[in-house]
């Protein structure tokens, strides 16, 4: 064996004793048109179900427990420090979203966790998601927001021209939980987020 197929194993060995899929295994993903722009710093759970034409960034992880279930659909890209892990209950996320510019968490790890995430969203610059929550289609989470047994209403994706059609947003920085929000609704907040700042997005964004 060369150095290089030596270090390879070494390398492998340690991903499958924590659950997470060897080097060729990471690589073969890009034969359903995934695309692994580093595969030595992505870590992908062997459990994890991947769709196609998905983007992984350097440093993306992916962790699935035996308990727990993992599902990424389609289209997603997944920038640097985008880390969801599935640890005592489901995440299932759609097609079409972006995640982790600025870095992003989803972590279901509570017993009566489980995260579902539609298609066409943004959850960047520092997200996290945990408990039981819902963030709709067309949904966004802006800034970082620690997001707990929360519901986005699902919209419009955030390109739509009316601001009022769009998935519910929440945007600044600090804490919302137990927050339902309906499509075209918004809370900037800093701290806790209040359901009392609810506002339309048409407040912060007039329509054409």
């Known amino acids: ?48 179900e991947i769709g196609r034409d998905n983007v992984f960034h350097p440093g993306v992880t992916l962790s699935c427990e035996p308990e727990a279930a993992l599902v990424l659909a389609d289209g997603n890209i997944l920038r640097s420090g985008t880390l969801i892990a599935a640890e005592t209950g489901a995440i299932r996320i759609g097609s079409g979203n972006r995640f982790g510019e600025g870095g992003f968490t989803a972590r279901a790890n509570r017993p009566d966790a489980a995260i579902a995430i539609g298609d066409g969203g943004r959850y960047l610059s520092g997200a996290t998601i945990q408990g039981r929550s819902t963030l709709g289609s067309g949904s966004q989470v802006l800034g970082a927001i620690t997001v707990d047994d929360c519901s986005l209403g699902a919209g419009a994706p955030f390109s739509d021209p009316d601001p009022d059609a769009r998935g519910a947003v929440l945007k600044g920085a600090g804490t919302a939980r137990g927050l339902t929000l309906d499509a075209g609704q918004v809370i900037a907040g800093s701290g806790v987020f209040r359901i009392e700042d609810l506002k339309p997005q048409s407040f912060f964004h007039p329509k054409p």
């Open 1 to 48: 064996m060369t150095l290089e197929a030596a270090l390879i194993a070494r390398i492998d060995d340690a991903r499958r004793a924590l659950g997470f899929l060897p080097l060729a295994d990471t690589m073969a993903l890009a034969d359903r048109g995934n695309l692994i722009l580093d595969p030595f710093s992505v870590l992908i759970a062997c459990r994890a």
